[in-house]
C-alpha cells in the first residue's frame, strides 16, 4: 500500500519492478528492455475535486436506438479532453429517443462517502443544432430507482450545474423499488450506481424530424 500523503492530484505514470536473487521482473511487462510507454496511469483527485461519473474518455458507451445513428469522440471543451459526440439524422414520433448508460463501476467506491456530501450535478456539453435545446439526464441508485431531469443545452461549450435535489423520481422506469419517490424521499448521491443520458423527439416536438447532435465531454457531482 501507498501512503495517501505521498500521493498528489493529477495522472501519475507509474510500472513496478520486482527483484529477486536471480530475476528482475518487470510490470506491465516483462519484455526487457522496458518500453517507455509500459506504464500504468491512475488518477488521483483531491477530496475536494468533482465526482466523476461519466468521462468521455475513459467510459465507453454504447447508444441504443432503433434507428441510424453515429458515435465519434470529439474535441471537448477542456484542453486536450475528448468529448462524446451522438448525431442523428432525424426522430421519428415520440417516444422516439437514442440513450446510452453508463455504469459507474468499482472505481465509484472509494467515493462513496465523499458523494454523500455532494449537492450538484455538472453536465459539461453542448448541441450542434440551435434545435437541440435539452438533453435528459438520469441518475439511478443500487436499489434501482432513477432521479433525472431534463438540461438545457446551447451551442455554446459549458458547464451546466443543477441541484441534486431538483431530480425527481422518475416513477415510470421499470426497476423502481417499491417505496420510493414519496414525498420526503430524494436521491442518495452516495447510492449512484449509474448515469443514462437520452434525448429524442419528446424534447424538440416541433423539431423532430430534423438532425440533432450533442456532445458531452463529462458528467460529475460537485
Not at 432503433?66 to 421519428?92: S, Y
Not at 441508485?141 to 446551447?154: K, M, Q
Request: proline share 9%; net charge neutral.
Amino acid at each position: 500500500m501507498v501512503p495517501g500523503e505521498w500521493l498528489k492530484p493529477g495522472r501519475p505514470d507509474y510500472s513496478l519492478t520486482v527483484r529477486s536473487p536471480d530475476t528482475v521482473t518487470r510490470f506491465p511487462t516483462n519484455a526487457p528492455p522496458l518500453p517507455s510507454d509500459a506504464v500504468w496511469s491512475v488518477t488521483i483527485a483531491a477530496r475536494t475535486d468533482p465526482v466523476c461519473l461519466f468521462d468521455a474518455e475513459r467510459h465507453k458507451v454504447k447508444p441504443q436506438a432503433n434507428f441510424a445513428w453515429k458515435k465519434t469522440l470529439v474535441a471537448g471543451m477542456t484542453t486536450n479532453r475528448q468529448a462524446l459526440r451522438i448525431a442523428v439524422e432525424k426522430f421519428g414520433p415520440p417516444p422516439s429517443s437514442i440513450s446510452f448508460r453508463s455504469e459507474a463501476g468499482d472505481e465509484l467506491e472509494p467515493w462513496r462517502n465523499l458523494l454523500a456530501k455532494r449537492d450538484m450535478l455538472c453536465l459539461r456539453a453542448r448541441a450542434l443544432e440551435t434545435n437541440t435545446t435539452s438533453v435528459e439526464v438520469v441518475f439511478q441508485e443500487r436499489d434501482g430507482s432513477a432521479w433525472g431531469r431534463n438540461l438545457p443545452l446551447t451551442t455554446n461549450w459549458r458547464d451546466v450545474r443543477v441541484p441534486l435535489t431538483s431530480l425527481r423520481h422518475f416513477a415510470h422506469w421499470a426497476g423502481n423499488p417499491p417505496g420510493r419517490g414519496g414525498t420526503d424521499d430524494h436521491l442518495h448521491p452516495s447510492e449512484i450506481s449509474s448515469v443514462n443520458v437520452c434525448f429524442g423527439a419528446w424534447l424538440y416536438p416541433a423539431h423532430a424530424a430534423e438532425p440533432h447532435s450533442i456532445e458531452i465531454e463529462s458528467i460529475e457531482v460537485e
